[in-house]
């Protein structure tokens, strides 16, 4: 597997533009398309929230039914969630714009949006801001960092991955970009994530790779526990590196899901650590795990933990809260037998053991935390599973990001 | 049911005390006593984390085996948790010292910690400060005021609460007091809690009533969705107020529970509204739902919600939130036949009906959220059960303490 520079562009016959619509902020891109050359393969996974926004409505609709998919629109500013028949209405028309400036068809579209609850889009600038979109698109790298960085809400950084594999003797790329990053608990997916491929693939097996894939990836991180009404994460394929269609489990399969696993993956750390406010990453690492299941839910409790991410963010070795975090969990283990370090690009410390805290350095644990990506490894010393949840410290800026985001 | 001042030196025959100690703490009272001149009928409701802090078990081992109960010794700073075999053996001690310096038995007196978890407990100081607590102890509002302030660690205030009511012709006292305020998530009780009674009651009802009532009352309140490894709730009743005994449900044992109910309502409040860095209690009350369950799992989810406590500290109206989090609760229902309405002080708005927002005022709902009590009523329109829970906002300050609260 190589790993390239690049995003939703990188794969063969994809195309992206991004443009200034003034759906909600002044001086900055809030609108993106994604585009392929030919019909595609997709697959989705979205929010488990009862309350779905009408976007998501839609694109399961286009998922589930539609022969193939074609074009993504994207915006950001507005969150069309909470918006009843009129914001439903609203996708319909957007796709439809989309589908007469792409000669698509309209179910060929699909429509994300990101930003406020309960606001109403402006249906005039989006129709407008869907004819440039079609005009601006391109195949270059470019214009996938220009689609990228319009899908940004409270992000600092736009977020893209691409890597390239080898299929029955075909270079095939796998690509993609993502936003988030508040409201981030993905419980099925993350709040938007557009993976593109120009491998050749059958339908169910893309949403099979995809649907198990995620549960390893994008539903391994948190922000702030607060599920979104509008998490959505889309693969278009279009079989454009012409290697033999994949249609069944097996090495080419195995070799596609490696590649999707990588996009997937780092992503979905790129989300974790450019969470709200956020000044570190913070992985927890749960190891000789009794089962899966177990090692889960332990190292997802952990990262959710609002003192364990205040104490990361303060540098703070408070392994205490962490142990805690595992208590309340939901599983079952005995705190006596678990061992706990801490890792980073400044060493490594064991911090607990045997019940107790071992002797070490507060002051070469201050170290290693103080770097921007800080790990914690639970050695759980009960059997061979592992897992592993990515999310960030608790900062004031989150506060003051949220406190106010509307205004 | 009459509302009086005081906590637990409230009912006949307790007594109580607090001391400087020097635990951790510089220049305040960090150790406090409770004592009842006869022996007490106790019941305890304790945390369900799988990581319990060693009085935990001493305290659970007491309400489960122990023929009575006579004190309680409380220290702050040091939470005695996953301190192991060392630290269960302090519990010991410390109950040994009292029993001692009481004339009560070892196994009559309880014992609890709250403060930093892993740090072993400096028993020469606690030995100590036993002797001193058991010189003290009064009967007089002053001492349990005294007692009250001694277990505050992040709190910014005391909370004590006592009511009268009459059973059986006699004048039954209910008091308590109880201290927060980061790690507050009970699940089975609160962090530090104690309430004292003179009525008369059975040792089976006690706890029948204790651990029903909490499900309504602590364990639905949260600060920052971390349950502690301390949480602890104990009831001691010494029989002084001379009612004849309750033995079985009726009347007598509903006016008890009225009591009880007020004194934990209360207790419970007070803690929510002093959560860390808080500017605001926070309440969710949702009404008519389809049953207690939904009512309860929607409440809880409203005021766990990082970003709904964000929005309350900043005063502003984001209903999206509320609607999100009701969506993640895991509670079912139809987003579009939910109400919401925004209530305190200054008045009551309607927020969202029909799967939209109203047009309501944003000014006049800011006004609404400025106040220091604030209330979000969901209107389910599904059935007839409430649920009522309570949290506080999301501020800075919550952020400072916890980066930092080690040193």
Known sequence: MEIITGGVTAAKGFEASGYEGGIKYKNRKDMAMIYSQKPCVAAGVFTSNVVKAAPVLWDKEVVDNAPFAQAV??????????????????????????????????????????????????????????????????????????????????????????????????????????????????????????????????????????????????????????????????????????????????????????????????????????GEGATALFETKVIHAKDKEQAKTLAKSVICSSLTKAAIFGHDANWGRILCAMGYSGAMFDPEQVELFFQSKAGEIQIYKDGVATDYSEEEATKILSEPEVTVVVDMKAGDATATAWGCDLTYDYVKINADYRS
């Open 73 to 274: 629109i994207v915006n950001a500013g507005i969150a069309n969630a909470c918006t009843g028949k009129e914001g439903y209405g609203y996708c319909k028309e957007t796709a439809e714009v989309a589908a007469k400036a792409l000669h698509i068809p309209e179910h060929a579209v699909f429509v994300a949006s990101t930003g406020v609850i309960g606001m109403q889009l402006p249906m005039d600038k989006i129709s407008a801001g869907v004819v440039e979109l079609a005009k601006l698109k391109k195949e270059t790298m470019e214009a996938g960092t220009s689609a990228a960085e319009a899908i940004m809400t409270t992000d600092t950084k736009s977020k893209q991955v691409a890597v390239q594999v080898m299929i029955g003797g075909k270079k095939v790329t796998v690509g993609g970009m993502c936003k988030g990053s508040g409201m981030i608990h993905p419980n099925m997916c993350t709040m938007l994530g557009f993976v593109t491929s120009d491998v050749a693939i059958a339908k169910e097996l893309l949403q099979e790779a995809l649907s198990e894939n995620v549960k390893d990836t994008f539903n391994m991180i948190s922000v702030d526990g607060d599920t979104s009404t509008n998490d959505t994460l889309l693969v278009l394929t279009n079989g454009m590196a012409e290697n033999t269609q994949i249609t069944q489990k097996g090495a080419d399969y195995d070799t596609f899901v490696e590649a999707l696993n990588y996009v997937n993956t780092e992503l979905a750390k790129k989300m974790a650590g450019d």
